[in-house]
């Protein structure tokens, strides 16, 4: 079970920290990621890190101003979100697999309830 929590309403140019907190004992055998959906527009890919964390990709859209990260000690995964814009407004979903981590959403077993994100301009 996967439980994001973080979302809130701040302003462009501000920042976020999502978190999402996993149950059970396996948390280092999953990659995980995030993902977004905008109202009125498809989940798209965010970030993903894998199981030790050694290794993290980003959509374009995001490089450079996220950053995810993992404690497989707290069974969490973070995704620190700097210089927010008004297109970053969406829910944030994080997302687990078993094995390589990837960027395709079906490829992910486990998925969060989801944290609203909103960025005033």
């Known amino acids: 079970q996967l439980q994001a929590s973080g979302g809130g309403l701040v302003q462009a140019g501000g920042s976020l920290r999502l978190s999402c907190a996993a149950s059970?004992?396996?948390?280092?055998?999953?990659?995980m990621a995030w993902f977004r959906q905008a109202p009125g527009k498809k989940r798209e890919f965010v970030s993903s890190?894998?199981?030790?964390?050694?290794?993290?990709s980003y959509a374009d859209s995001v490089k450079g101003r996220f950053s995810v990260s993992r404690d497989n000690a707290e069974n969490t995964v973070y995704l620190q979100m700097n210089s927010l814009k008004p297109e970053d407004t969406a829910v944030y979903y994080c997302?687990?697999?078993?094995?390589?981590?990837?960027?395709?959403?079906?490829?992910?077993?486990?998925w969060g309830q989801g944290t609203l994100v909103t960025v005033s301009s």
């Open positions: 997302a687990a697999k078993a094995g390589i981590r990837s960027t395709v959403s079906r490829e992910y077993d486990y």
């Open positions: 059970g004992r396996t948390f280092s055998s999953y990659a």
């Open positions: 890190i894998s199981r030790s964390g050694g290794s993290t």
